[in-house]
């Protein structure tokens, strides 16, 4: 599975930080919806891949873990940092938990919303994998 932690510039002075993410620079698809998850309690959200879509997942403040599963292979990764981002651009299973009191997820996706881009049972997922081969690892 490639890597899909990424790391933001911080433009830090005495008055604080500052993270700026531009289309065509840090991000590479043009942004149609953002979205934020707060107020989380202690139970896993996710459990979903996605067949269209490109997302950046930032959590500006707090901290959350996220597995990615390419249906071979995966990966924990603790978004613990708002400079630290995950990437995601093919379909991959993901789960988040182990939410923050703090914790605020920011999505910034390629795409409005549609129910029907979601694959939710991970047979589905797997079965979605057999039969578009260019996803597969
Ligand atoms: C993802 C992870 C990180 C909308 O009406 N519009 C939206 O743009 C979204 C994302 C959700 N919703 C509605 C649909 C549900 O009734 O909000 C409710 C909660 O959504 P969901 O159960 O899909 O939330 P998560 O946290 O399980 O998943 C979300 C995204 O759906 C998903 O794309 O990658 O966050």
């Known amino acids: 599975m490639i890597d899909n932690l990424k790391r933001l510039k911080t433009f830090t002075d005495e008055r604080g930080s500052l993270i700026s993410i531009e289309v065509g620079n840090?991000?590479?698809?043009?942004?149609?919806?953002?979205?934020?998850?707060f107020n989380t309690k202690n139970l896993p959200r996710g459990f979903h891949a996605?067949?269209?879509?490109?997302?950046?997942?930032?959590?500006?403040?707090?901290?959350c873990d996220i597995k990615l599963d390419d249906g071979i292979n995966s990966k924990?990764?603790?978004?613990?940092?708002?400079?630290?981002?995950?990437?995601?651009n093919k379909p991959l299973w993901r789960e988040i938990y182990n939410f923050s009191k703090d914790c605020c997820l920011i999505v910034l996706a390629n795409e409005l919303y549609d129910k029907n881009d979601y694959i939710n049972s991970?047979?589905?997922y797997i079965q979605f994998l057999e039969e578009n081969n260019e996803y597969k690892s």
């Open 26 to 37: 840090e991000i590479p698809f043009i942004v149609k919806r953002l979205y934020y998850i």
């Open 50 to 63: 996605h067949k269209n879509l490109e997302q950046m997942l930032i959590c500006v403040s707090g901290s």
């Open 76 to 88: 924990v990764y603790k978004l613990n940092d708002p400079s630290k981002y995950l990437y995601i």
């Open 122 to 124: 991970y047979e589905e």
